[in-house]
C-alpha cells in the first residue's frame, strides 16, 4: 500500500471504504519519538493521543480522508515552557491544517489556473473539493517568486477598469517574464521602481509622456527604446485626425473610375422609408446643434476640458467636433455579406433583359438553391425598376416611398481612409486604391497621405530583429522629419515635432531588436485572469495570479 500510495513519514496501516465514493486511510507515524518545538529536545515518553483528520489527494475518483493518530509527549527539559507537545509531521501536514501539504499544492494550482470560482466547480468532480474562498486563500498564502535583475526592460499600461483605472506591466525581455504589476501608469509610482533596480540598461516603452519622464527620472543611464508597433499606429492616429477635420471637405470630391467587376457582394445597403429617413434626419438636427455649440465654445477660446464637462459628451468626440471644418457626416456603411450574394450575377443578368417581376424572380433563385424570402429580392429590385411596379399602392400619387438616403458615390469614415493610408500597395483592393486616388485630388490630402505612408515604410524597412546587427544610423528617418516639420499641415508638424522631443527613443526603436511586443503579450494574458474573476479582482490577487502564473 505504502508503494502505490505513499505518506511521508507515515505508513498504513488499513483502509476503511466510508460510503460509496469516499476512502479513509488509518494512518500511524513511523518515528518513536519527537522533539519538543519550544527547545527541539527529543522526547520518547507519550503523554497521550488524539486522531487528526484532514483531506487528502483523490485515488480512482474517490475522495480520500486520513485518520491520522498523533502522540502527545512529555518536554524533559525543565527550563521549558511546555509541558507536553504533540508530534508533527512537517512532510505531510502543516500544524492545525484540515488538508495534507500535495493537496493544497494541487487545489492551489488549479485555482491560480482557472480562477477561485471556476477552480472550486472543477475540483467537486475531481473528488477534492473545496470552496472559492478557501481557493483564495491558498493563493495569498503561496510565496512571491523571487525578483529578477533583469537588464533589458518593457513596460506597457493595462486597464483595470477601462477608461477609469490603469496600472502598468514590467516585462523582462532577457528572461521573457512578468517582473513586477504596478497599480497604476503614473510618473512617481513607476520612478519609484526604477530607482529601487539600478541593473536597467534598456528600457522599452510606448511614447507615453509619463513613462518618458520616470525613465529620465529613475533611469537616467538607461537607454529609452519607444516600440516599434506603436509608431505606425501614431502615424495611422495622426491621419486620422486630419481625415476628420478635412472628411466634409473631401466627400464633395468626384469620384475615381473603378474597374469593373462582376457584382459578386451588395456595395449599398437596401432603400430606406420616408420613416425612417425622417428618424435619421432628426438625429442628425441634434448632433449638428451640438457640434456647432462645441465650435462656437472651441473658437472662444474655452478648453476643451471645460467643454466636455459641461455638455457632457466624450471627450473623443469634443475633440473631433473642435477641429472638423464642417459637421461630420456618418459614412456610408458597406453591407456585410448576404445570402443574395451568390445570386446577383444571375438577377442582374435577368434585370437586363427587361425581367422586373421580383416574385417571378425570387421563384427562378429559389429553384436555384436560395432559401430567404421574396422580401430581398423586392428591395433589391427597387432602386432599379424602370417603371413602378403594377402592384404599387398608390401608384399615381407621384413620388417614390423610398429613399436611400446617401449619394451615389459615399466616401469611406475616416479611420477606414486611415488604414487605407498606412497599407503596403500589395495589400490595396482596387476599390481601395480608387478611394486613394479619389482624395489624392486634394492637395493636402495628397501631402498627408504622401507623408504618413512614407513614415510607415520608413519604420517597415528599419526595424531590427533579433539575431541582427544592429544599424548605425536612420538616415531616411532623419529626412522624412525634416520633411515633415515644414510640410504646412498642422497635424503632420505637430506629429512631427514629438517625434522630434522623442527622438533618441525613436531612433533607439530604428536601430535595435528591443520592442513591446512581449508587453502586449503579457497583458493579453493580464487580461484573461481578469476575466476568469468576472473583472471584479482587486488589484494584490490580480498581481499574484499574474506573478504566479506559469
Request: glycine share 6%.
Amino acid at each position: 500500500m505504502e508503494t502505490l500510495y505513499s505518506l511521508p513519514g507515515c505508513r498504513v496501516e488499513r483502509v476503511i471504504r466510508a460510503g460509496s465514493e469516499d476512502v479513509v486511510l488509518v494512518v500511524h507515524p513511523e518515528g518513536t519519538g519527537a522533539r519538543c518545538p519550544s527547545c527541539q529536545t527529543p522526547s520518547n515518553s507519550v503523554h497521550s493521543s488524539y486522531v487528526r483528520h484532514p483531506d487528502d489527494l483523490s485515488s480512482a475518483g474517490s475522495a480520500v480522508k486520513l485518520a491520522v493518530l498523533v502522540r502527545r509527549f512529555f518536554c524533559r527539559n525543565a527550563q521549558c515552557p511546555r509541558r507536553t507537545f504533540a508530534e508533527r509531521l512537517p512532510r505531510l501536514l502543516s500544524p492545525q491544517a484540515r488538508r495534507t501539504r500535495r493537496l493544497a499544492t494541487a487545489q492551489c494550482a488549479v485555482a491560480l489556473a482557472a480562477g477561485a470560482e471556476a477552480g472550486s466547480r472543477l475540483l467537486k468532480p475531481l473528488a477534492m473539493p473545496t470552496s472559492a474562498d478557501t481557493l483564495l486563500r491558498l493563493i495569498r498564502r503561496v510565496p512571491l517568486p523571487a525578483p529578477r535583475n533583469s537588464r533589458v526592460v518593457g513596460v506597457d499600461d493595462w486597464a483595470l477598469r477601462k477608461g477609469r483605472t490603469y496600472g502598468s506591466i514590467l516585462v523582462g525581455l532577457e528572461a521573457h517574464c512578468v517582473v513586477n504589476v504596478l497599480p497604476d501608469r503614473s510618473t512617481p509610482t513607476l520612478t519609484a521602481w526604477l530607482r529601487r533596480h539600478p541593473d536597467i540598461k534598456v528600457l522599452s516603452r510606448d511614447r507615453s509622456t509619463e513613462y518618458a519622464r520616470a525613465a529620465a527620472l529613475g533611469a537616467p543611464d538607461a537607454q529609452q527604446v519607444a516600440d516599434r508597433w506603436h509608431l505606425p499606429l501614431n502615424g495611422r492616429q495622426m491621419a486620422e485626425r486630419w481625415l476628420e477635420g478635412a472628411h466634409s471637405r473631401l466627400r464633395a470630391l468626384p469620384g475615381v473610375t473603378r474597374v469593373s467587376v462582376s457584382p459578386a457582394c451588395r456595395r449599398t445597403s437596401f432603400p430606406r422609408t420616408h420613416a425612417e429617413v425622417r428618424a435619421r434626419q432628426e438625429s442628425r438636427a441634434k448632433h449638428v446643434a451640438t457640434y456647432e455649440e462645441v465650435r462656437r465654445r472651441s473658437l472662444a477660446g474655452e478648453p476643451l476640458a471645460r467643454i466636455h464637462r459641461a455638455l457632457r459628451l466624450a471627450p473623443s468626440t469634443v475633440r473631433k467636433y473642435a477641429a472638423a471644418e464642417a459637421f461630420p457626416e456618418l459614412s456610408a456603411r458597406v453591407p456585410g455579406p448576404s445570402i443574395l450574394d451568390p445570386y446577383l450575377g444571375y438577377l442582374t443578368e435577368r434585370h437586363a433583359a427587361a425581367c422586373e417581376n421580383a416574385c417571378a424572380l425570387w421563384r427562378e433563385i429559389r429553384a436555384q438553391g436560395f432559401r430567404g424570402t421574396s422580401r430581398q429580392v423586392h428591395r433589391w429590385l427597387q432602386t432599379r425598376r424602370t417603371a413602378p411596379a403594377h402592384t404599387r399602392p398608390r401608384a399615381d400619387s407621384g413620388g417614390d416611398w423610398w429613399s436611400t438616403g446617401r449619394s451615389s458615390d459615399p466616401l469611406a469614415a475616416p479611420k477606414q481612409l486611415a488604414w487605407l493610408c498606412v497599407k503596403t500597395p500589395s495589400e490595396l483592393t482596387l476599390d481601395d486604391a480608387a478611394t486613394l486616388a479619389r482624395i489624392r485630388q486634394d492637395k493636402e490630402a495628397a501631402r498627408v497621405m504622401k507623408l504618413t505612408q512614407r513614415f510607415c515604410e520608413v519604420v517597415r524597412a528599419q526595424g531590427v530583429t533579433h539575431g541582427a546587427r544592429p544599424r548605425k544610423s536612420c538616415r531616411t528617418f532623419e529626412v522624412w522629419l525634416g520633411e515633415a516639420r515644414h510640410c504646412g499641415v498642422r497635424a503632420v508638424e505637430t506629429f512631427a515635432e514629438g517625434l522630434k522631443q522623442d527622438g533618441e527613443a525613436v531612433r533607439a526603436a530604428l536601430t535595435t531588436p528591443w520592442s513591446n511586443a512581449q508587453s502586449e503579450g503579457q497583458i493579453t494574458k493580464l487580461k484573461l485572469l481578469k476575466r476568469q474573476m468576472y473583472g471584479r479582482t482587486s488589484f494584490d490577487l490580480l498581481r499574484r495570479r499574474v506573478l504566479l502564473a506559469v
